[in-house]
């Protein structure tokens, strides 16, 4: 089985400010299941930073993120069943769940959520990844 990468990158190219050299990709779908990367308040297609200073608007563009790479892998948010919330402050929880629970209405995947000390850029404060699993595909 070959695995499909979804929107390929190398470090080198998105944290020129960092000594990386990974190639990575946004989402990997392997059979019915799709991973995706860590979403950040980024724009995927230009990453202009959005939200700076706002977790609410940073997990808004993040959950817009999930969508559409779900959507390029071919399914939708209808098939998460795992989310995991990194937040930089325990207050941001609430704004950020709130969110996240609007994008999710009716689906209710698990969900784990983990404070840390920080992300990969200061200016990010929360990071939200999520698994799906593609319903009705023929493998």
């Known amino acids: 089985m070959t695995h499909q990468r979804i929107r390929p990158f190398n470090t080198k190219d998105t944290y020129p400010e960092q000594n990386l050299d990974n190639d990575l990709c946004q989402?990997?779908?392997?059979?019915?299941?799709?991973?995706?990367?860590?979403?950040?308040?980024?724009?995927?297609?230009?990453?202009?930073?959005?939200g700076v200073g706002d977790v609410a608007a940073q997990a808004e563009q993040a959950?817009?993120?999930?969508?559409?790479?779900?959507?390029?892998?071919g399914s939708t948010l209808s098939d998460v069943?795992?989310?995991?919330?990194?937040?930089?402050?325990?207050r941001h929880r609430e704004s950020v769940y709130r969110?996240?629970?609007r994008w999710l209405r009716g689906?209710?995947?698990?969900?784990?959520?983990?404070?840390?000390?920080?992300?990969?850029?200061?200016e990010w404060l929360v990071e939200i990844d999520a698994i799906a699993v593609?319903?009705?595909?023929?493998s």
Not at 134 to 138: I, L, P, S
């Open 81 to 90: 069943v795992k989310v995991t919330v990194y937040l930089v402050d325990p």
């Open 27 to 50: 989402a990997v779908v392997a059979g019915d299941t799709i991973y995706l990367r860590g979403q950040i308040g980024q724009n995927l297609d230009t990453t202009e930073n959005v």
């Open 134 to 138: 593609r319903q009705g595909v023929a």
């Open 99 to 101: 969110v996240m629970g």
């Open 107 to 122: 689906v209710h995947p698990v969900s784990t959520g983990v404070v840390v000390s920080a992300l990969a850029r200061p």
């Open 63 to 73: 959950m817009s993120n999930i969508a559409t790479l779900l959507g390029e892998a």
